[in-house]
């Protein structure tokens, strides 16, 4: 059942249009509820910032609720957010709408949707956390890089490209599928593996089981890594890289009337017919 958020943290962007009167607008709103919020200006989060926190609301794009992924996942805080950003797949509230639903929302009535999280732990045993995808390309963004990679100690391929994107089921939506990769279904615990623009023109996206843990290696150069869009991992060479489904995963807060595929309707214009008859 879920809890009633007395303690709320309101992540907000400055960089985005609005967004600070947004999350001015639901301190004062939740204010009057009896909740304590919380403003934040500072992302990505460290791990201490949601401490002690019994929900985050993040106002911004996606790109700012990655940015707080991996102290909600370390504090088992419940995330939503206000899209201030541009397509907003995660961050899925208009500010009318968060206001409006915010008092439900403190109340504890909401429902929680489970997104599973991709750890990559690098050759030095640093590691970190990934909503969306690891993304591996050359450090020389115009020379094609080589990376071997091996699922559960098998050999599937050396891939020769531009990069790999391994892609959660949440990611499945962003860089996966420019790449050409599929969409799946976010309750899917399963991994997409996606050449971005692989010399041999047969190499397709793979879809891995949810136990896979992917060993990476680099054939000549050592790739960049990003997670998220975020580069965790400094200038440290990172191969071989370890990919995995963390143990723990992120908890999204959905309010009322959510629906998954409504989100891809609209966002990805499917529900746009076509002109048959063109004058």
């Not at 843990?213 to 200038?235: H, I, M, R, S, W």
Request: contains cysteine; neutral net charge; aromatic residues 6%.
């Amino acid at each position: 059942m879920p809890q009633p958020l007395r303690n709320l943290a309101l992540v907000v962007n400055p960089t985005k249009t609005r967004a600070p009167q947004v999350a001015e607008a639901l301190q004062r709103r939740a204010g009057e509820l009896g909740a304590q919020a919380h403003l934040i200006a500072d992302y990505p989060l460290n791990a201490e910032a949601l401490k002690g926190m019994d929900g985050c609301c993040v106002i911004g794009g996606d790109g700012t609720l990655m940015g707080a992924v991996e102290a909600a996942v370390a504090n088992d805080v419940p995330v939503f957010g206000v899209n201030r950003g541009k397509l907003g797949f995660l961050v899925t509230l208009s500010e009318a709408q968060a206001l409006q639903q915010l008092p439900k929302i403190i109340k504890g009535d909401y429902q929680i949707a489970l997104r599973h999280v991709l750890q990559a732990t690098a050759a030095d045993g640093k590691q970190a956390l990934a909503l969306n995808d690891v993304v591996l390309k050359n450090t020389d963004t115009f020379r094609i890089i080589s990376l071997k990679v091996k699922a559960n100690g098998e050999l599937v391929s050396v891939y020769a490209g531009d990069g790999l994107i391994f892609s959660s089921a949440t990611g499945s939506t962003a860089y996966n599928l420019s790449a050409g990769g599929p969409i799946m279904h976010p309750d899917m615990r399963a991994i997409a593996m996606t050449p971005i623009c692989p010399h041999t023109l047969s190499n397709r996206s793979v879809i891995f089981p949810k136990d896979s843990v992917f060993e990476v290696l680099a054939e000549d150069t050592q790739p960049q890594v990003a997670l998220d869009g975020y580069l965790k991992f400094g200038g440290k060479e990172p191969c071989p890289l370890t990919i995995r489904h963390h143990e723990r995963p992120l908890k999204l807060i959905q309010p009322d009337g959510y629906s998954y595929f409504d989100i891809l309707r609209k966002k990805l214009r499917w529900n746009t017919e076509p002109d048959y008859n063109p004058s």
